[in-house]
């Protein structure tokens, strides 16, 4: 079985500083994780992915995250926070098929 | 070019009616998906087709029905609609089982 948390419903961050978004799972098998990003009214749009290998992934708009096995985490990070990326977040788990978190909401203020 | 598509963007229907919703992908993928988002932004899995072949078929009320005629379309059909059938339904293609996956721009369904 599989399951993702997201802590944090809600984030809010100002412009240029640090995002953090958390996102911890659970899965008996190698998990594969992945971030995706909704803006309002869009489809969900892939940001980043693991599988196997580098445990570091780079993404696409500057987001990367880093699988810890250890602490079962997949938290997404970016340097600098910019008013485009405020949207709402979600961490899932694989592989056979994806169970979603609940999604974090980030807000970037000026 | 959109890689997936969905039909209609907007569904605006009345309780009991039955209605369908279409979706499809150029992207040349194996496998297809359907999702429901709940007000809340939850998004859970209803179906998943591999190469035209139900391989996901959650805990989803027998009024949804599912069809795909060929690789690149799956359909969405549902029965007597209720209130709680309100969403936001996304169709979504991989290449085949386990990969990342791409999402439509969802289909908003209100049950009035």
């Known amino acids: 079985a599989q399951s993702v948390t997201q802590l944090g419903s809600h984030v809010s961050v100002s412009e240029g500083a640090l995002v953090l978004l958390r996102c911890n799972y659970s899965s008996s098998v190698p998990p594969y994780l992945f971030w995706y990003v909704q803006y309002p009214n869009q489809g969900l749009q892939l940001l980043l992915k693991?599988?196997?290998?580098?445990?570091l992934v780079k993404g696409i708009n500057g987001f990367e995250a880093e699988f810890k096995k250890s602490e079962t985490s997949f938290h997404l990070t970016k340097p600098s926070a910019h008013m485009s990326d405020a949207a709402e977040y979600f961490c899932a788990v694989g592989p056979d098929k994806l169970i979603f978190g609940t999604g974090t909401r980030l807000q970037v203020f000026p | 070019d959109t890689a997936v598509s969905q039909t209609p963007k907007y569904l605006v229907t009345q309780m009991g009616n039955d209605k369908s919703i279409k979706c499809e992908q150029n992207l040349g993928h194996d496998t297809m998906y359907w999702y429901k988002q709940d007000s809340k932004k939850f998004l859970k899995i209803m179906f998943s087709?591999?190469?035209?072949?139900?391989?996901i078929n959650e805990t989803v009320p027998n009024r949804f029905s599912p069809k795909s005629p060929d690789k690149a379309h799956l359909n969405l059909h549902i029965n007597s609609l209720e209130l709680g059938d309100s969403a936001v339904y996304f169709c979504?293609?991989?290449?085949?089982?386990?990969?990342?996956?791409?999402f439509g721009p969802g289909t908003r369904l209100t049950v009035l």
């Open positions: 087709y591999n190469n035209k072949e139900l391989i």
């Open positions: 693991y599988t196997t290998g580098a445990t």
């Open positions: 979504a293609s991989s290449p085949f089982v386990g990969l990342e996956q791409f």
